[in-house]
């Protein structure tokens, strides 16, 4: 059977009317950790691959990505390229055994009812995962992981597999955009959790030539500690870079890490509390390696400080500086109770600095060219606040607005194109833009909670930007709604899923002419069936049902419909 475009669109509207009469639930699992973006829907969240992503939350004040932004609460997230990342993610799980499987979904039953037979697409790449993390015995355990998600990854291929010399994964044929496993030991006990990880991983990171740089850590050994209020971290990287197409090849030998201290106990109920740290990188290169860190090695100290003068008064700041940078966030908020169940929250936080992320590579090398990863000058964001909420017996009712200016946001300085089959790379610089860029937004939601059976939630936000938008690498998109929600049934089975739409979203500088991300519907679903008694729960989630195939990063493959189903026994 074969149904015309026309009736493809009144298919799609009778499934938007039928899902829009049911709640849904914001927090379905994504492929894998890291890949938040797929499932958010209060902002800009435009995604390349598992290992590249646009992530900005509606009004979150300034132009750039959040995982763009270095925090203490990203110490221990990976750092590629120059941004800070959630995949793939080396953090030991909680003792358990899983196995996870799942595909883009391609000559499946439902569409046969909406292609020609010479049209139907091809079953298409997989997600493939398996694990566990013994119970601790004496305190030791050990864990073992190997994950590899090909989704994202078909687009670019053509382009990507001439320049290594070998499948570039653990398994399969798709060049995925990673592939990882690693084993390791640990110990939890007497106020110590300590581990220590090993593994081999296949990876591809994007620049800012649009460039997929394939990096093959053969090994990578990620080493933890947190005892009491201090947190260590030491990674040991032998990175091996490769262009087979131009015959080039290099090494990277890197050690990075972190020290942490924060005063936990000591000022839970105090007035005051603070942490300090320094998070280090130290390379050596050797061969052609495609990105370079200015006298291969950086050491960033920092610390943090709260202070509660009253109960409703909190003032937070970050300050970092080394010899390169310095970055400083802070922010003011006064909590008001002006009726017995509404809480108001006014707020103002700030952002300055030379860069966002002082501890990413300076340079990186492209055709001949240097493109500097570092603006002259520095940047501001100042943003203010009003929060309200309001809960009136199983009801939620809340309302969010922000406005925000900033001045010298960082950006880049396209000097021109170089087209390679079906992709698309730019020369230039990192720069800034030398103007005033202001915004305002607004967010509103509903709630309904009944128990721990059911919660729905229903929002919508909205933002405009004004400034010289041609200059940013992305103009977020303006408005946005979504229908959140879950049920639990019988406390063993449960039903989860969230309809959303986002509007159009532009890249402006990384082609000639400006790319638009059209606006579009998005329903996620899981449905997880739980034996408690035996801490076994088999989990399905279906991702991206309504939307069409898009590309919604340049040079990027198409984000598709998808299924994943989990296994998963805890111990």
Same mark, same amino acid.
């Given at each position: 059977?074969?149904? #015309?475009?026309?009736?493809? /669109?009144?298919?799609?509207? =009778?499934?938007?009317?039928? &899902?829009?009469? $049911?709640? %849904?639930? !914001?927090?379905?699992?994504?492929?894998?950790?890291?890949?938040?973006?797929?499932?958010?829907?209060?902002?800009?969240?435009?995604?390349?691959?598992?290992?590249?992503?646009?992530?900005?939350?509606?009004?979150?004040?300034?132009?750039?990505?959040?995982?763009?932004?270095?925090?203490?609460?990203?110490?221990?997230?990976?750092?590629?390229?120059?941004?800070?990342?959630?995949?793939?993610?080396?953090?030991?799980?909680?003792?358990?055994?899983?196995?996870?499987?799942?595909?883009?979904?391609?000559?499946?039953?439902?569409?046969?009812?909406?292609?020609?037979?010479?049209?139907?697409? #091809?079953?298409?790449?997989? /997600?493939?995962?398996?694990? =566990?993390?013994?119970?601790? &015995?004496?305190? $030791?355990? %050990?864990? !073992?992981?190997?994950?590899?998600?090909?989704?994202?990854?078909?687009?670019?291929?053509?382009?990507?597999?001439?320049?290594?010399?070998?499948?570039?994964?653990?398994?399969?044929?798709?060049?995925?955009?990673?592939?990882?496993?690693?084993?390791?030991?640990?110990?939890?006990?007497?106020?110590?959790?300590?581990?220590?990880?090993?593994?081999?991983?296949?990876?591809?990171?994007?620049?800012?030539?649009?460039?997929?740089?394939?990096?093959?850590?053969?090994?990578?050994?990620?080493?933890?500690?947190?005892?009491?209020?201090?947190?260590?971290?030491?990674?040991?990287?032998?990175?091996?870079?490769?262009?087979?197409?131009?015959?080039?090849?290099?090494?990277?030998?890197?050690?990075?890490?972190?020290?942490?201290?924060?005063?936990?106990?000591?000022?839970?109920?105090?007035?005051?509390?603070?942490?300090?740290?320094?998070?280090?990188?130290?390379?050596?290169?050797?061969?052609?390696?495609?990105?370079?860190?200015?006298?291969?090695?950086?050491?960033?100290?920092?610390?943090?400080?709260?202070?509660?003068?009253?109960?409703?008064?909190?003032?937070?700041?970050?300050?970092?500086?080394?010899?390169?940078?310095?970055?400083?966030?802070?922010?003011?908020?006064?909590?008001?109770?002006?009726?017995?169940?509404?809480?108001?929250?006014?707020?103002?936080?700030?952002?300055?600095?030379?860069?966002?992320?002082?501890?990413?590579?300076?340079?990186?090398?492209?055709?001949?060219?240097?493109?500097?990863?570092?603006?002259?000058?520095?940047?501001?964001?100042?943003?203010?606040?009003?929060?309200?909420?309001?809960?009136?017996?199983?009801?939620?009712?809340?309302?969010?607005?922000?406005?925000?200016?900033?001045?010298?946001?960082?950006?880049?300085?396209?000097?021109?194109?170089?087209?390679?089959?079906?992709?698309?790379?730019?020369?230039?610089?990192?720069?800034?833009?030398?103007?005033?860029?202001?915004?305002?937004?607004?967010?509103?939601?509903?709630?309904?909670?009944?128990?721990?059976?059911?919660?729905?939630?229903?929002?919508g936000g909205y933002e405009h930007i004004w400034g010289p938008s041609r200059e940013f690498e992305v103009s977020p998109?303006?408005?946005?709604?979504?229908?959140?929600?879950?049920?639990?049934?019988?406390?063993?089975?449960?039903?989860?899923?969230?309809?959303?739409?986002?509007?159009?979203?532009?890249?402006?500088?990384?082609?000639?002419?400006?790319?638009?991300?059209?606006?579009?519907?998005?329903?996620?679903?899981?449905?997880?069936?739980?034996?408690?008694?035996?801490g076994i729960f088999l989990t399905g989630t279906l991702l991206h049902v309504l939307t069409d195939d898009a590309i919604?990063?340049?040079?990027?493959?198409?984000?598709?419909?998808?299924?994943?189903?989990?296994?998963?026994?805890?111990?």
């Amino acid at each position: 059977m074969y149904v #015309s475009t026309s009736h493809k /669109i009144v298919f799609k509207f =009778f499934a938007l009317v039928l &899902f829009a009469a $049911l709640p %849904a639930f !914001a927090l379905i699992e994504p492929e894998t950790e890291g890949m938040d973006a797929v499932t958010r829907d209060d902002g800009t969240f435009l995604v390349g691959a598992p290992t590249y992503s646009f992530d900005r939350e509606n009004g979150a004040g300034g132009i750039h990505s959040e995982s763009e932004l270095w925090t203490p609460e990203k110490l221990r997230m990976r750092l590629l390229f120059n941004r800070l990342s959630g995949t793939p993610n080396w953090t030991p799980r909680e003792p358990a055994l899983w196995l996870r499987t799942g595909n883009e979904l391609g000559d499946m039953i439902y569409q046969d009812a909406l292609y020609k037979k010479e049209d139907r697409p #091809s079953n298409r790449t997989p /997600i493939l995962e398996g694990g =566990f993390r013994s119970p601790a &015995f004496m305190g $030791l355990w %050990a864990t !073992a992981r190997l994950f590899q998600v090909d989704v994202y990854s078909d687009e670019s291929m053509k382009v990507r597999k001439k320049q290594v010399n070998d499948e570039f994964s653990w398994f399969g044929e798709n060049w995925p955009m990673f592939s990882t496993a690693y084993g390791g030991l640990g110990y939890t006990g007497h106020g110590l959790d300590a581990s220590v990880i090993a593994g081999e991983e296949y990876l591809w990171v994007f620049g800012e030539s649009s460039r997929w740089i394939p990096v093959h850590y053969s090994p990578r050994v990620e080493a933890r500690a947190d005892f009491m209020d201090i947190s260590l971290t030491l990674a040991y990287e032998n990175a091996e870079y490769q262009n087979h197409k131009k015959k080039e090849t290099g090494t990277r030998t890197e050690w990075n890490g972190s020290v942490y201290y924060h005063c936990g106990k000591l000022c839970k109920d105090g007035m005051f509390w603070f942490g300090t740290g320094l998070q280090f990188r130290t390379v050596e290169d050797d061969g052609t390696v495609y990105t370079g860190l200015e006298d291969d090695f950086v050491v960033w100290p920092f610390a943090q400080l709260r202070v509660m003068p009253l109960n409703a008064l909190t003032l937070e700041v970050m300050f970092g500086v080394n010899n390169r940078d310095w970055l400083l966030q802070d922010s003011v908020e006064y909590k008001v109770d002006p009726l017995p169940r509404l809480g108001l929250i006014f707020g103002e936080k700030n952002i300055a600095g030379t860069r966002l992320n002082p501890i990413a590579d300076t340079e990186e090398y492209f055709d001949g060219d240097t493109i500097s990863l570092a603006a002259d000058g520095s940047m501001q964001v100042h943003e203010l606040y009003v929060r309200a909420e309001d809960s009136l017996s199983v009801f939620r009712l809340g309302a969010r607005v922000a406005g925000w200016i900033e001045y010298g946001a960082e950006t880049f300085d396209t000097t021109g194109f170089v087209k390679a089959e079906n992709l698309i790379y730019r020369h230039g610089d990192v720069d800034r833009i030398h103007e005033w860029i202001q915004g305002l937004s607004g967010e509103v939601w509903l709630g309904l909670d009944y128990g721990k059976m059911f919660s729905f939630t229903a929002l919508g936000g909205y933002e405009h930007i004004w400034g010289p938008s041609r200059e940013f690498e992305v103009s977020p998109v303006e408005y946005y709604a979504a229908f959140e929600g879950d049920w639990l049934l019988n406390g063993t089975f449960r039903i989860a899923h969230s309809l959303r739409y986002r509007s159009d979203a532009r890249w402006n500088l990384r082609s000639s002419d400006p790319m638009v991300i059209k606006g579009d519907w998005y329903w996620d679903a899981t449905f997880e069936q739980r034996f408690p008694k035996y801490g076994i729960f088999l989990t399905g989630t279906l991702l991206h049902v309504l939307t069409d195939d898009a590309i919604q990063t340049p040079n990027g493959s198409y984000d598709r419909l998808r299924f994943v189903c989990t296994v998963r026994k805890t111990f």
